[in-house]
């Protein structure tokens, strides 16, 4: 079965605004503040679905450009697959090896060279160790790294298949 581009495309952006919904409902509504990591796992979703609703309202006639916006579209949902599985390793850590918390993301933000942010927060924190939400006995972090490896393999579809 051979989908159109811009069907997967615009499933690519459904994707990202339902995650997005989602990460905010538990945010506002459930009172769940994210951590620094799921705050980078969110700017992938949403790098992801910019360039994914880009290729679907351009939809070029040039295979070249749709691949360029189906790679960009990869690599923002490829970020967050990383940041998840490093959020899940870190939770998984014995209590002993667990960062101590840190300041906010936006002290740091204020404070420190943007390289100096990302070392800090890919390092991990007491924060992003605790696990504030579960479903079916996973934690949110490891129910993200499994929606987003799903929204890979369609990204990486897009990018490699024959058009």
């Known amino acids: 079965m051979k989908l159109n581009y811009r069907l997967v495309n615009g499933l690519l952006v459904l994707a990202s605004i339902i995650g997005m919904s989602f990460a905010l409902y538990l945010e506002h509504w459930k009172g769940l503040n ?3 990591l799921c705050i980078f796992q969110r700017v992938g979703l949403m790098a992801m679905g910019l360039f994914a609703l880009i290729g679907f309202i351009h939809h070029p006639a040039q295979n070249v450009l749709k691949r360029i916006y189906a790679l960009l579209a990869a690599i923002g949902i490829l970020w967050s697959v990383g940041v998840a599985a490093r959020h899940v390793w870190i939770q998984h850590l014995p209590a002993d090896e667990v ?7 936006n002290y740091l933000v204020e ?3 943007m390289k100096d942010v990302l070392t800090q927060v890919f390092t991990g924190s007491g924060e992003c160790a605790k696990i504030d939400w579960t479903l079916l006995g996973m934690s949110l972090p490891m129910w993200s790294l499994f929606f ?3 929204l890979a393999v369609i990204a990486l579809y897009q990018v490699f298949r024959k058009i």
């Open 148 to 150: 987003f490896i799903v």
């Open 111 to 113: 404070a420190f060279p």
């Open 34 to 36: 994210p951590c620094p």
């Open 99 to 105: 960062p101590s918390c840190g300041p906010g993301l």
